[in-house]
């Protein structure tokens, strides 16, 4: 009851911004529907608002455990607008750093890169990779440097934010009370218990600058009805027939199919994951844990594609390849390691140019968010009312 006020301010927030018609469409249902109307992907308070609740308050990707393989490894990455460092400290663990320092708040760290310290570009206070403050030159006046043998106590060490890794992939939690990182990706395990994900290794990852709003590139990768319009090489491999609309179960999508042979790049050429049922060995699968971990899991993969909103009409958008054992490694299994990369690279490029196409569309005032199919498009649509039960909520 102490939240209601909060609670009831947002709503009318949320209805100011979609407008009360656009709001209604959200709840419909699906025969009724409509998607999210314009505003939601062109504002930048609602993209404000959807960082807050959606991302700082979630489990979100942050990157892969490869990327920063030795102490001293670092990565800056922005969750939901908070800069943040990721990086590997002395004792080989991973931590997420607040990026800010303690003293006048400059951005720390600006490009991936490997240090000992983290020393502020500003006035050079320096910290450890434990994030602890170690010593301030001048600042007790000419020549004098306060050192720290134990780090400076809370008003002065860097902040840490809440990380854990599973399986060499990287989670942060802003706000540090979401629930463990295991109950939240457990709709996913159950569903992939015949696959053993200890054996998955990095192989590399994929950029991507999305002309679109983030919560675009998502809907699209539900819904499998553009397939015979956008990707003719995928269509060979999985036709329309084997597809269907996915579903959620919680606070995870998943969808799957059944494909009729192996091919380059799906399953063909690289190691399998061990003991897979007949079902499993032509089976693609794939999630999207709310808000942004996207999972696509095939006979021989575990293909990551995670998006960060950069403003309400840009997006940075990474995508990680995990291989099956050494499959990832350097000296193996290089050709059809590159044709499945460049698979995932071409593939991804056919969504771009509509991503950017359906961005400018919501542009228009004859627009109002859409007739949505209802063979296809609810789990598309319950992507939109989760978006918004997660900002009241
Ligand atoms: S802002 Fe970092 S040392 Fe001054
Ligand atoms: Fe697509």
Not at 16 to 41: D, Q, V
Not at 176 to 184: F, S, T, V
Not at 320 to 326: A, K
Request: glycine share 8%; with cysteine; hydrophobic share 35%.
């Amino acid at each position: 009851m102490e939240n209601k006020p909060i609670e009831s301010s947002r709503l009318n927030q949320v209805k100011s911004i979609l407008g009360e018609e656009g709001y209604a469409r959200a709840f419909a249902p699906i025969e009724k529907a409509s998607g999210l109307p314009n505003p939601a992907y062109w504002s930048n308070f609602w993209l404000e608002l959807e960082k807050e609740h959606c991302f700082r308050r979630s489990w979100v990707f942050a990157g892969a455990d490869m990327e920063i393989p030795n102490p001293g490894d670092m990565k800056p990455v922005e969750i939901g607008g908070a800069p943040l460092v990721v990086l590997r400290d002395r004792d080989n663990r991973v931590r997420a750093l607040h990026n800010v320092c303690r003293h006048r708040g400059t951005r720390l760290v600006s490009a991936p890169c490997s240090k000992s310290k983290i020393t502020c570009p500003y006035h050079s206070w320096v910290y450890g990779l434990d994030g602890k403050l170690r010593a301030r030159p001048h600042f007790k006046g000419p020549n004098i440097t306060d050192t720290f043998s134990d780090g400076g106590g809370p008003d002065l060490d860097l902040i840490e934010a809440r990380c854990e890794t599973w399986n060499g992939c990287v989670f942060v939690n802003v706000s540090g009370d979401c629930e463990p990182l295991m109950d939240w990706l457990s709709p996913m395990l159950e569903r992939t218990s015949g696959h053993d994900f200890s054996k998955i290794r990095w192989a590399g990852k994929l950029d991507f600058d999305v002309k679109a709003n983030w919560k675009l590139v998502y809907e699209n990768y539900m819904e499998g009805y553009h397939v015979f319009a956008v990707h003719p090489k995928l269509l060979k491999f999985a036709p329309m027939n084997v597809r269907w609309s996915g579903e959620w179960d919680r606070h995870v999508f998943y969808n799957d199919y059944i494909f009729p042979e192996l091919d380059e790049g799906r399953g063909a050429g690289l190691p399998h994951y061990p003991n897979l049922s007949e079902d499993n060995k032509k089976r693609g699968l794939w999630f999207l844990c709310f808000p942004h971990f996207a999972a696509e899991v095939f006979p021989d993969q575990f293909t990551v594609l995670a998006c960060y909103p950069v403003s309400p009409d840009r997006t940075r958008e990474e995508l990680h390849i995990f291989l099956i054992g050494d499959a990832a490694d350097k000296d193996s299994y290089e050709e059809p390691r590159n044709a499945l990369i460049k698979i995932w690279d071409e593939l991804n490029r056919e969504d771009l140019g509509m991503l950017d196409l359906l961005q400018q569309g919501r542009l228009s005032p004859a627009y109002d968010g859409g007739r949505l199919s209802p063979h296809w498009e609810g789990p598309t649509h319950q992507f939109g009312r989760r978006i918004i039960e997660k900002i009241v909520s």
